[in-house]
């Protein structure tokens, strides 16, 4: 029996809910069908997805059924009682079931009502958040209209959300488990919000005012005053009509107790102010089949009027986020003037203390005469002239400057190059992983300690998010790598030449002077003296070739350094403060606009 009961329940909520069954779809409508579906596809962020479901379903017939909405302010008393009147027929001899039905108030019913033709009186309260009743009126049946009957809370505030709501009525569903509510929408095509006295009246005007001819057009504000003897005149033009609810339910029973009552019937509902709020009530909902229903017609066309809306403010905050994120014209300017006097400042810099360097006492202590006992101080020497003199006020300044470039935000924080993986666990010879609390196995470099020269060697730090940060001390680096070696390994073979030159002619003349009886000493001499005087010499000339060759190529590295700094630090402060533009939102946001352009070119060429 309780699975008999769970099918027959999902049977009435499908029924209920349900909004996009797959139908046939009229010849007239099927452009503006695959349209609508296009924008369901590409705007899928933009759009009110239950109203559009809700047009799709009136597309999908030759005979939609327009779904209005009566909604009472805080209780549905009165909306009950409004759609009473709307929907009686002063002809019957007496009020049939389902009036008496309208006119039960119980206020711990919260759910919904949902008015649909039926050939005879019948009421479904199975599903959670409405019952459904049938009922034989005439009206349901002519015009094809079905009526929800529901509360909405006070208004707070008058806004475009306000009136959206109104048209797409929420239906609070209690989690027994939780305790929390959840929200169901369920858009209608139109609707009347109902309340008493003068509370709403300038809250409703307003509204309708702020949303514009279209949207203001399925909604209309009905203010009940009863407690007032004045006669209630309206036109089609205003967007709270006044009533008064009592007369229209006394001239129904007046009318229904005699048919000669017909006169005052009339005058009483005149009086009441009901002609207005009957003929809008039906207003749009018989036309030809070939022809779109007005009602749809402006529900379609909410639909991509809030479409376009929710576009262009996604557009206007992403552009907001990037005129809030963009850092100004005149900070970039004060930079790049900072930038200038700093590349002025380090090429003076660069020139005055290699000059200084160059020129002080203990760069004159690697003399090509004094090598033969300075000569192992040469590295020590250059290594101290390249830490000391070469760019290292500028170095300084750059990363102040760097810090003002970060705290103006054309930069993002640096970031280290991610960590290298895990090396894998070695496994034993039973194919075992070791446990990690035993130590590793020792190496031949932690028994025995390297003998290499640790000036030769050096780790680069991982570079970072901005690498001309670390230009000018990785320059560094590379030159004391790469030069200072090479310059300590040229001295010392150079010395070591002009000692072997010096000793083979000291030799040479020593034998030419025992073995020959006629050379003098003189002249034995003279062969060591050229010896002496062509190693030194030669000692003399690569020295000061190669240190002048390491001199220039200090200047030079320097002054591409500079530039290359320069260069990209300009570049930063010109290209950075900008946000990054998700280019696949801007691609997503074109075709929404063009799906809603085609939209409504085509709703425009449908006939009316």
Do not use: C
């Amino acid at each position: 029996m309780s699975a008999e009961l769970a099918r027959r329940t999902a049977t009435t909520i499908a029924s209920i809910t349900a909004v996009n069954t797959k139908r046939d779809i009229p010849a007239a409508f099927q452009s503006l069908y695959s349209s609508l579906k296009d924008l369901e596809r590409d705007a899928g962020i933009y759009i009110n997805t239950s109203q559009l479901q809700l047009a799709l379903r009136g597309i999908e017939s030759d005979h939609a059924v327009t779904r209005i909405a009566v909604l009472g302010l805080n209780g549905q008393i009165g909306a009950r009682r409004l759609t009473r009147v709307l929907l009686a027929d002063p002809l019957a001899s007496k009020p049939p079931e389902w009036e008496r039905h309208l006119g039960e108030t119980d206020e711990r019913d919260e759910k919904a009502l949902l008015l649909r033709y039926g050939e005879q009186y019948s009421l479904d309260g199975r599903h959670p958040l409405i019952n459904t009743v049938n009922i034989p009126s005439s009206l349901l049946h002519t015009h094809k209209i079905e009526i929800l009957v529901h509360t909405v809370a006070t208004i707070a505030e008058p806004s475009n959300e306000t009136a959206t709501s109104f048209v797409v009525p929420s239906l609070d569903i209690a989690n027994s488990a939780s305790g929390r509510r959840g929200v169901v929408t369920y858009p209608v095509h139109k609707a009347l919000v109902y309340d008493e006295g003068l509370n709403t009246l300038g809250t409703l005007a307003v509204i309708g005012m702020r949303t514009g001819k279209e949207a203001a057009s399925m909604f209309k504000g009905v203010v009940d005053w009863s407690w007032s003897s004045s006669q209630q005149h309206s036109n089609k033009e205003q967007q709270v009509y006044p009533i008064n609810l009592a007369l229209a339910e006394s001239a129904v029973d007046v009318f229904r107790r005699s048919l000669d009552k017909a006169m005052d019937y009339e005058h009483m509902w005149f009086d009441a102010g009901m002609p207005e709020v009957s003929t809008w009530f039906l207003e749009g909902t018989e036309t030809p089949s070939d022809v779109l229903k007005p009602t749809i017609r402006h529900l379609v066309s909410t639909v991509l009027n809030s479409t376009e809306t929710a576009i262009q403010r996604q557009e206007a905050s992403q552009l907001q986020r990037i005129k809030t994120g963009t850092v100004s014209d005149k900070s970039k300017k004060i930079l790049d003037q900072g930038i200038s006097i700093w590349a002025e400042n380090a090429h003076t810099e660069l020139r005055d203390k290699l000059n200084i360097a160059f020129n002080s006492k203990s760069w004159r202590r690697l003399k090509w005469w004094k090598l033969f006992w300075r000569v192992d101080d040469v590295t020590y020497i250059t290594t101290d002239i390249l830490d000391r003199t070469w760019l290292v006020d500028a170095e300084k300044e750059m990363i102040w400057i760097w810090g003002r470039i970060f705290q103006s935000g054309l930069l993002g924080p640096p970031r280290l190059r991610p960590l290298p993986p895990p090396e894998p666990k070695e496994e034993d010879e039973y194919g075992e992983q070791r446990s990690e609390r035993l130590p590793p196995t020792p190496t031949l470099q932690d028994v025995v300690p390297s003998q290499i020269n640790d000036i030769t060697e050096f780790s680069e730090p991982p570079p970072r998010q901005h690498p001309w940060l670390q230009e000018i001390p990785r320059a560094r680096r590379r030159m004391t790598r790469d030069t200072i070696p090479p310059l300590q390994s040229l001295a010392q073979i150079s010395l070591l030449e002009a000692i072997s030159t010096n000793v083979v002619a000291s030799s040479l003349s020593v034998l030419i002077y025992l073995s020959l009886s006629t050379p003098s000493p003189y002249e034995a001499g003279a062969v060591a003296a050229f010896g002496l005087a062509y190693s030194l010499r030669r000692l003399q000339k690569q020295w000061e070739t190669t240190t002048s060759e390491w001199q220039f190529e200090l200047r030079e590295n320097g002054r591409r350094v500079l530039r290359v700094v320069e260069e990209v630090a300009r570049g930063s402060i010109r290209d950075g403060g900008r946000p990054k533009i998700d280019e696949a939102e801007i691609e997503e946001r074109k075709k929404a606009v063009e799906a809603a352009r085609r939209a409504r070119e085509v709703l425009e060429e449908m006939k009316r």
